[in-house]
């Protein structure tokens, strides 16, 4: 039997900015008489590969357009670079067909010393390529990959198309990868920034057209009583373009929203280097009660309340039972696609 689920538009007037948090909530109900549906916000139906339909908000009300105006001078309207991460490195090419959408920007995850540069496969999208060092940060530091930077850096300038690299990723987590940081010392940090610049100035010494993302796992592990800051981990002003963090809600007791886990602290620690801000990797466990809306507001929230926020890449890969990041419901791919619309739609 067919389910009729229909979503609703909710605003909540916030103090001092009049911010408002849109939401789309499934409803067992036939009809309703609220004022946000009879507004001219377009509302369209899907039908999902189970035959169940939901309705969700096809594009932004005026509440959204509103809410613009209030914003720091327009700054909600800006350039923006949306991709996402599947298995495989050409997945995401053949989901834009399947889904119809557009990303403009492709994340590609290589070993430093087997990246295959020449053969990855762009169509004119932004590269973010995520270079991988297996080795300590002391080793990097003093110079294990240099050869393998420096063959890239060559490549990429013969090619001569401009690349975001970004290496040393998460750094601030524990035991993800051979180079993280924790537990903190000023040692191993002043070693971090010591590889860093090595790395960077040989990427320059070959005069490769390259900006450089520096990418904190969007937490310190739980026992960084100090609470270190970001800011600690800076490498210099002048060896940073970009500064961005992986975020992932797991299944936990409270799995807080995407603006709620962003305004703990992280949007903040991001804003003090005054670069352009990026989401490296995000995603959602399916264990939270509603998916489809959590990854809808999402989007809303990256539109609205993050304006510094350029370019986003969300990790849908699934990584086993425990981190099944990809979508796997069709109400989760249209809210996934229905969001990316109107974000699309509010920052231009």
């Not at 849109?22 to 009879?38: G, L, P, Q, R, V």
């Not at 940090?189 to 904190?216: D, G, H, M, N």
């Not at 800076?234 to 409270?254: E, F, Q």
Request: proline share 4%; glycine share 6%; net charge neutral.
């Amino acid at each position: 039997m067919v389910k009729a689920l229909r979503w609703v538009l909710c605003a909540i007037v916030l103090a001092h900015t009049a911010a408002v948090e849109m939401s789309f909530t499934a409803s067992n109900t036939a009809s309703s008489t609220t004022d946000i549906e009879s507004s001219s916000s377009a509302i369209t139906t899907t039908e999902g590969r189970d035959g169940t339909s939901r309705k969700f908000s096809g594009t932004p009300t005026e509440l959204d357009h509103n809410l613009l105006k209030s914003r720091s001078r327009g700054s909600v309207q800006r350039p923006t670079y949306v991709g996402a991460r599947f298995a495989g490195d050409d997945t995401a090419f053949e989901m834009q067909k399947e889904w119809d959408v557009q990303f403009n920007t492709i994340t590609v995850y290589r070993p430093i010393d087997s990246v295959g540069y020449k053969s990855i496969r762009t169509e004119g999208k932004k590269l973010q390529l995520v270079t991988e060092m297996f080795r300590s940060i002391d080793d990097i530091a003093d110079g294990c990959y240099d050869d393998e930077v420096r063959s890239l850096a060559r490549a990429i300038a013969d090619k001569g198309v401009n690349v975001w690299i970004r290496f040393l990723h998460e750094f601030n987590s524990e035991n993800t990868y051979p180079w993280c940081l924790y537990p903190f010392t000023d040692a191993k940090i002043a070693t971090f920034k010591r590889a860093w610049r090595r790395i960077v100035s040989i990427y320059r010494e070959e005069r490769a057209p390259v900006k450089f993302q520096l990418c904190f796992m969007a937490k310190n592990p739980g026992g960084d009583k100090d609470r270190t800051p970001f800011s600690a981990f800076n490498p210099g002003r002048d060896y940073v373009d970009a500064v961005g963090v992986d975020v992932y809600v797991n299944a936990a007791k409270h799995m807080p929203s995407l603006k709620e886990k962003l305004n703990d602290g992280i949007y903040e620690q991001l804003l003090w280097f005054g670069k352009p801000i990026f989401i490296g990797e995000m995603s959602v466990t399916t264990k939270i009660p509603d998916r489809p809306q959590w990854i809808f507001d999402a989007w809303h929230a990256l539109a609205l309340d993050f304006p510094r926020i350029k370019y986003i890449s969300w990790f849908l890969e699934c990584k086993g039972d425990k981190r099944p990041w990809c979508l796997l419901k069709q109400e989760e791919i249209d809210a996934f696609v229905t969001g990316l619309r109107n974000f699309k739609e509010l920052t231009s």
